[in-house]
């Protein structure tokens, strides 16, 4: 049995738009024309106004952060789920936030709307959820809740494109969201990431972000001749307007990716299909099935104990590893992001969170694709129920 935790995600048609380019006289390949096609097909796809196309969806976190903080200079506390991925925490670490971690729901493994009603203060300024491994975060009643409380809601989208909360996308809710379009991801652009709003000062803040704080990389022509006229003694090409990156992306990404979202919507069919032929063949009760499949949107079968039990949990490593099936301990980002190192010194709030915890000690996740073969999937269920 071979069973990686992706395959295949990068298809000859995929490569033949690619070549296409290499036939261009004196080609460019930096972010160009390609790349804001790009942004309009994943607009369109998505229903956002902007997207703003960069070189991963760590770029995209770091981007949302620093947009933020150009918003409320004096910081203040975000919320963040602890079962996410470093760069979720990192860039709010890195924009002078805090982080304000709260425990996760085990149906969806986004975070618990009771937990971040216990954490709302006059400090909060946004909840930052993520919408793991396929599944919606989001409740009607988180929704109202941030409404009421009149905080900003940002959506981390990674792992989860095509994902629905009321037969809406998730994505559209957040003042921001973010895509990633790693390998391993639902689509990919060999690498890249994607920010998303319908707000259009953000838009042109991450342009200008994204592009070393230039101020020709907004698209606010009224704006942009104001700051002209207040920095006369700036060469107007050259006024870098806020503190800026160089995330951009390039013409080969853009190509793969205009060409994979054609049929992004048949993967994500094929992968929700062949999770409901996993989990509804299930029937081993030591493995948690409970979860929130409305709107589901599945790249990852997570197997996880649905008690804390050790023995158990070895088993199905040992069973794994006898089948050659690739898998990652921990579910998203390896599980409970306060027990990283790179955490320890913080002076931060480090709660118990037993849910995370909970995945992060009994929880993996083995690959979902969308030619993943239906007997190893049978038979995978198979020896499961058996243990
Ligand atoms: C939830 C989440 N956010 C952000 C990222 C970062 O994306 P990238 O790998 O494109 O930098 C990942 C990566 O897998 C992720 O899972």
């Given at each position: 049995m071979n069973w990686p935790l992706m395959h295949g995600n990068i298809s000859k048609s995929d490569l033949d738009e690619v070549k296409k380019i290499f036939d261009e006289d004196n080609p460019k390949l930096t972010q160009g024309p390609r790349v804001k096609q790009f942004e309009t097909e994943w607009s369109k796809w998505l229903g956002v106004k902007h997207s703003i196309f960069v070189n991963s969806g760590s770029s995209a976190n770091l981007l949302t952060l620093a947009a933020l903080k150009i918003l409320y200079p004096k910081g203040g506390e975000i919320i963040v789920p602890a079962l996410t991925w470093s760069s979720d925490v990192v860039s709010v670490l890195k924009a002078g936030f805090t982080p304000k971690f709260v425990d996760i729901d085990l149906t969806t493994l986004g975070l618990n709307e009771k937990n971040i009603f216990n954490s709302i203060n006059k400090n909060t300024v946004a909840v930052f959820l993520t919408h793991c491994q396929g599944y919606s975060a989001l409740s009607n009643e988180l929704l109202d809740l941030i409404k009421t409380k009149k905080i900003i809601l940002i959506e981390d989208v990674c792992e989860s494109h095509g994902a629905t909360h009321n037969n809406i996308k998730v994505g559209?809710?957040?003042?921001i969201s973010n895509f990633s379009f790693y390998y391993a991801h639902h689509m990919t652009t060999i690498e890249g990431g994607m920010i998303c709003t319908n707000d259009d000062e953000l838009s042109d803040i991450f342009r200008c972000i994204r592009g070393h704080g230039l101020l020709r990389e907004m698209a606010n022509i009224e704006k942009i001749e104001k700051i002209k006229k207040e920095n006369p003694l700036l060469n107007s090409d050259f006024i870098f307007l806020y503190e800026g990156f160089n995330v951009r992306n390039n013409e080969i990404s853009a190509t793969i990716g205009l060409n994979q979202i054609k049929s992004l919507n048949e993967k994500i069919k094929k992968r929700n299909e062949n999770y409901f032929r996993f989990f509804d063949n299930l029937t081993n009760k030591n493995i948690y099935s409970d979860f929130k499949n409305d709107g589901l949107s599945n790249y990852a079968f997570n197997i996880i104990s649905s008690y804390p039990d050790e023995t158990f949990y070895k088993k199905v490593l040992k069973l794994f590893n006898e089948l050659n099936i690739e898998y990652r301990r921990g579910s998203a980002g390896g599980g409970n992001q306060l027990r990283q190192p790179y955490l320890k010194n913080l002076k931060i709030d480090k709660p118990k969170l037993p849910v995370t915890d909970h995945v992060h000690f009994f929880g993996s996740y083995i690959g979902n694709f969308p030619e993943l073969n239906n007997e190893l999937i049978h038979y995978l269920v198979k020896r499961l129920n058996q243990l």
């Open positions: 559209n809710f957040g003042l």
